[in-house]
């Protein structure tokens, strides 16, 4: 059974967003294999009011790890990560109520998918325990096709425990929808590939790759506004590179660094996000650190460290940004909480509002 921390409001109304200073409304996407999740939440929160209401759910979804929704924000889209036996999920939202109703269903191929891109033709995922991506269509009602491309990464690298093959963690669009970057962190590697929205099969092509440190384990990453530079957040390791990307999508390295400060941490790096601003950028570890590092960004890019707090929770997996930029809200996956961090939008600077959410393993959170 789910505690909320904040007072909780059990009433129907809805609160216009436009009425109100600091409200949000976000998507949780979770564990659910031996937690008290039941899905995928759409929650409200008024950090005025210290209002919480859970706005729906959509139960029996097996751990629907990762979600994505279309740009008009009309279907939501799941990853269920189930081993051999995972599936992608597309679903109709209805943003004004919350409402998620499921549309279908299809197999995944790969095993364990993890993250997924959406554009207007198709759903693109990476598949972890696999190392392979997933391409599916969209049809007119948001429902998907079955596979219509499907790509085997081939490698290993240094870690005998976690990169003894492929594994596939990302797979981020530019805007333009020229390229998609993949990272990969069982091969050190960084893969760029052509995106052909009008093909039929080919619909990703082989172009670029670039090779990160040995053993350091590419997670995610974010692209500026420009889409001319990439941060790459590595989960073995906790190094931070910032790479350069060209328009004709040649990648290079231009800067080191890293969220780890403590010889004696173990690293377990998360989550990597740019204020909306983009003079900041955030990063979650988990391991034995269990805390979020800011970097300010320099006009030639590069990152400075700013700070370095505790999460208040076990696990920070995924972590986002309201739109506005006063908050940051943090998915502890091993405690089941959700912690809310103010932001100083001028200095960068995290304080912790003591407010928090109490529910199964929240790994992914969407604001809409």
């Given at each position: 059974?789910?505690?909320?921390?904040?007072?909780?409001?059990?009433?129907?109304?809805?609160?216009?967003?436009?009425?109100?200073?600091?409200?949000?409304?976000?998507?949780?996407?979770?564990?659910?294999?031996?937690?008290?999740?039941?899905?995928?939440?759409?929650?409200?929160?008024?950090?005025?009011?210290?209002?919480?209401?859970?706005?729906?759910?959509?139960?029996?979804?097996?751990?629907?790890?990762?979600?994505?929704?279309?740009?008009?924000?009309?279907?939501?889209?799941?990853?269920?990560?189930?081993?051999?036996?995972?599936?992608?999920?597309?679903?109709?939202f209805?943003?004004?109520?919350?409402?998620?109703?499921?549309?279908?269903?299809?197999?995944?191929?790969?095993?364990?998918?993890?993250?997924?891109?959406?554009?207007?033709?198709?759903?693109?995922?990476?598949?972890?325990?696999?190392?392979?991506?997933?391409?599916?269509?969209?049809?007119?009602?948001?429902?998907?096709?079955?596979?219509?491309?499907?790509?085997?990464?081939?490698?290993?690298?240094?870690?005998?425990?976690?990169?003894?093959?492929?594994?596939?963690?990302?797979?981020?669009?530019?805007?333009?929808?020229?390229?998609?970057?993949?990272?990969?962190?069982?091969?050190?590697?960084?893969?760029?590939?052509?995106?052909?929205?009008?093909?039929?099969?080919?619909?990703?092509?082989?172009?670029?790759?670039?090779?990160?440190?040995k053993?350091?384990?590419?997670?995610?990453?974010?692209?500026?506004?420009?889409?001319?530079?990439?941060?790459?957040?590595h989960?073995?390791?906790?190094?931070?590179?910032?790479?350069?990307?060209?328009?004709?999508?040649?990648?290079?390295?231009?800067?080191?660094?890293?969220?780890?400060?403590?010889?004696?941490?173990?690293?377990?790096?998360?989550?990597i996000?740019?204020?909306?601003?983009?003079?900041?950028?955030?990063?979650?570890?988990?391991?034995?650190a269990?805390?979020?590092?800011?970097?300010?960004?320099?006009?030639?890019?590069?990152?400075?460290?700013?700070?370095?707090?505790?999460?208040?929770?076990?696990?920070p997996?995924?972590?986002?940004?309201?739109?506005?930029?006063?908050?940051?809200?943090?998915?502890?996956?091993?405690?089941?909480i959700?912690?809310?961090?103010?932001?100083?939008?001028e200095?960068?600077?995290?304080?912790?509002?003591?407010?928090?959410?109490?529910?199964?393993?929240?790994?992914?959170?969407?604001?809409?």
């Amino acid at each position: 059974m789910k505690k909320l921390v904040l007072s909780l409001i059990l009433g129907i109304m809805i609160f216009p967003a436009s009425a109100q200073r600091e409200h949000y409304h976000f998507l949780i996407g979770t564990y659910t294999d031996g937690t008290s999740s039941e899905g995928i939440y759409a929650y409200e929160v008024d950090m005025d009011k210290d209002f919480i209401r859970e706005m729906s759910v959509a139960k029996n979804v097996i751990n629907p790890s990762y979600l994505a929704l279309s740009e008009d924000e009309a279907f939501l889209y799941s990853v269920n990560e189930n081993g051999n036996n995972s599936t992608v999920g597309a679903f109709r939202f209805y943003k004004e109520t919350g409402e998620i109703i499921p549309l279908n269903e299809v197999t995944n191929y790969g095993a364990d998918p993890c993250y997924l891109s959406v554009t207007d033709k198709h759903v693109i995922t990476a598949d972890y325990s696999s190392g392979t991506i997933s391409v599916y269509g969209r049809n007119p009602d948001g429902s998907l096709t079955d596979t219509l491309q499907f790509i085997r990464h081939i490698g290993k690298s240094t870690n005998p425990e976690r990169q003894e093959g492929a594994h596939v963690h990302q797979t981020v669009l530019l805007k333009n929808n020229r390229y998609l970057l993949a990272t990969d962190l069982g091969t050190d590697n960084i893969q760029l590939y052509k995106y052909k929205e009008n093909e039929s099969h080919h619909i990703l092509v082989a172009k670029d790759s670039i090779k990160m440190k040995k053993g350091s384990g590419p997670r995610h990453l974010v692209l500026n506004n420009a889409e001319d530079k990439a941060y790459v957040l590595h989960e073995l390791d906790g190094t931070v590179t910032v790479l350069s990307l060209d328009e004709k999508g040649k990648m290079k390295i231009i800067q080191e660094t890293s969220v780890v400060t403590q010889d004696d941490v173990k690293s377990g790096a998360a989550e990597i996000y740019l204020s909306p601003d983009e003079k900041f950028l955030y990063a979650t570890n988990r391991g034995t650190a269990n805390d979020i590092t800011c970097f300010s960004v320099g006009q030639d890019d590069k990152l400075t460290f700013v700070q370095q707090i505790p999460t208040g929770g076990e696990g920070p997996c995924h972590f986002n940004i309201t739109p506005d930029g006063k908050y940051i809200f943090i998915g502890n996956q091993q405690s089941h909480i959700i912690t809310i961090f103010e932001r100083n939008e001028e200095t960068g600077m995290l304080t912790d509002t003591g407010k928090t959410i109490e529910i199964g393993a929240p790994v992914c959170l969407i604001f809409f």
